[in-house]
């Protein structure tokens, strides 16, 4: 599963790592803190295999994800921000490598089908539910002519550069950090599911198929075992013998019961 932790934005707790099972947390002085799942909570996180959700206890009101307000239940990505009683938490997902990442000169064999697979979309901020296509690189900024033009403050001319790699996108040539999954970036290669923040409000998560595994190549057909002949048993028609056998046994009755 995916390492998650949850930030208390005002320094009020330490992240609180989100581990398979329910999470949940409580109103204490002015604050949030966890506590006990049997305890009274006013929000509750379930971290398994689907995924993560989140439960607003019945009654509360004024509970928000990007923005969006939520009265009983959310399913939560990396990256996500939550509003809750004038507090701010922050998703955070596994830290991405900020080093230099190799670039791949090779483009995918079909770009009309990697824009078929890949594309951005909006969900916070001026592009909100609309996509953008990753069949060739885009340039992301406020200049001119770039293919997606964001506005705001943190917002450069050029901002940042998105290129597809076969089933996964590279983002390079940040003016500044990104957030990627809640974690600031200046470069990443992203997959299905990562949810990419610039300037503070302009919000996207990239879609399309998880990443292939091409690290284990699978076996030649010739490496498959060649299956052993069936059993002499196994060729018998036990069944029709079956039926022989009781036909004989009714035809004896027959036959021989009446004398």
């Given at each position: ?83 809750v009683e004038g507090r701010e938490l922050l998703l955070i997902g596994a830290r991405r490598d900020a080093a230099p990442l190799p670039r791949v000169a090779a483009a995918p064999a079909d770009p009309c089908a990697t824009a078929l697979r ?142």
């Amino acid at each position: 599963m995916t390492a998650l932790r949850l930030r208390f934005c005002d320094d009020s707790h330490p992240d609180l790592p989100l581990e398979t099972g329910v999470h949940a947390l409580a109103r204490q002085g002015d604050g949030l803190v966890p506590v006990a799942s049997d305890e009274p909570w006013l929000l509750q996180l379930c971290h398994d295999r689907r995924g993560l959700w989140m439960t607003v206890a019945p009654g509360v009101r004024g509970v928000h994800v990007n923005g969006r307000p939520v009265q009983q239940l959310a399913m939560l990505r990396p990256g996500d921000c939550i509003h809750v009683e004038g507090r701010e938490l922050l998703l955070i997902g596994a830290r991405r490598d900020a080093a230099p990442l190799p670039r791949v000169a090779a483009a995918p064999a079909d770009p009309c089908a990697t824009a078929l697979r890949l594309a951005l979309r909006g969900i916070g901020g001026d592009h909100h539910g609309r996509s953008l296509s990753l069949e060739r690189p885009r340039r992301v900024g406020s200049a001119a002519g770039v293919d997606l033009h964001l506005e705001g403050h943190g917002i450069a001319p050029e901002q940042a550069v998105l290129e597809p790699v076969e089933d996964q996108v590279l983002l390079h040539r940040t003016a500044s950090e990104v957030m990627v999954n809640g974690t600031p970036v200046r470069q990443a290669l992203l997959q299905a599911g990562d949810q990419i923040v610039f300037g503070g409000r302009h919000r996207f998560v990239l879609e399309g198929p998880p990443p292939t595994n091409r690290s284990t190549p699978s076996p030649p057909p010739s490496a498959s075992p060649t299956p052993a002949p069936p059993h002499w048993t196994q060729r018998v028609p036990w069944l029709l013998v079956a039926a022989l056998l009781l036909a004989a046994a009714l035809w004896a009755l027959l036959v021989f019961g009446a004398r």
